[in-house]
């Protein structure tokens, strides 16, 4: 069975500038969760989207935004990038919707670099 | 938001040594995760834990949840070169759903 797969790997924006980036799910998985992870905040929690509805979020700007299409699959969106949102962007999937005691597996990241 | 007090932060240790390491919490947790993550790349599910008191291993690794549900440690036995890297903890917190709560990492490092 694939992993969980992030497009692209890599990218770097200027300031200002918007970015989307998707996430595949594993097969199956029908919640999608995205983290932020840098160096001085570790991973933080954005949001969470099940069955195309976005269950929870954390605490971040307007700014990001996500959706879910009914395949599963996720795009999350930052406007207006600023140089503090450069970082590694993960995406989780899991079967059942977050809070629940179901597994997350992660895919590779998003490496986001900001100029 | 819930935070996970997770020690210590990085490890020096030789090759064939065991590794201990825990993660804390002011609050309950429903589960228990631990995750390995490699320099580039996303975090990879070691273990699960999801009931008070479990004790699961996967190889060398062996985890816990502890009974308070406020904690749980992760041993690894007989470390080896490729064990390098850093270690998360992570849980689904009793109270809110905001997604999974990490802690900092413990990042091991293994001398020949």
């Known amino acids: 069975k694939a992993g969980v797969t992030q497009t692209p790997r890599y990218l770097i924006k200027t300031r200002g500038q918007q970015v989307t980036l998707s996430c595949s799910p594993i097969?199956?998985?029908?919640?999608v969760s995205w983290y932020q992870q840098t160096p001085g905040q570790g991973l933080q929690f954005l949001f969470e989207?099940?069955?195309?509805?976005?269950?929870n979020k954390g605490n971040f700007p307007g700014r990001f935004s996500g959706r879910q299409f009914s395949n599963s699959r996720s795009e999350m969106n930052v406007s207006t990038l600023e140089l503090g949102d450069s970082a590694l962007y993960l995406c989780?999937?899991?079967?059942?919707?977050?809070?629940?005691?179901?597994?997350?597996?992660f895919g590779p990241g998003t490496r986001l670099t900001v100029l | 938001g819930q935070q996970l007090n997770q020690s210590p932060q990085s490890m020096f240790i030789q090759e064939g040594e065991d590794v201990s390491m825990n993660c804390t919490s002011s609050?309950?947790?429903?589960?228990w995760l631990w995750y390995k993550q490699d320099p580039g790349e996303g975090p990879v599910l070691l273990i699960a834990?999801?009931?008070?008191?479990e004790l699961t291993s996967n190889g060398r690794l062996t985890a816990q949840f502890g009974i308070t549900r406020k904690d749980s440690f992760l041993n690894i036995s007989a470390s080896i070169p490729s064990d390098v890297g850093i270690y998360f903890c992570?849980?689904?917190?009793?109270?809110?759903?905001?997604?999974?709560?990490f802690g900092k990492g413990t990042h091991l490092i293994i001398q020949p």
């Open positions: 834990l999801y009931k008070a008191g």
């Open positions: 989207y099940f069955s195309e509805t976005q269950r």
């Open positions: 609050s309950i947790f429903n589960t």
């Open positions: 992570a849980g689904h917190p009793q109270r809110g759903a905001d997604g999974l709560t």
């Open positions: 097969s199956g998985h029908r919640s």
């Open positions: 989780a999937s899991s079967f059942l919707a977050g809070g629940s005691t179901d597994t997350q597996y």
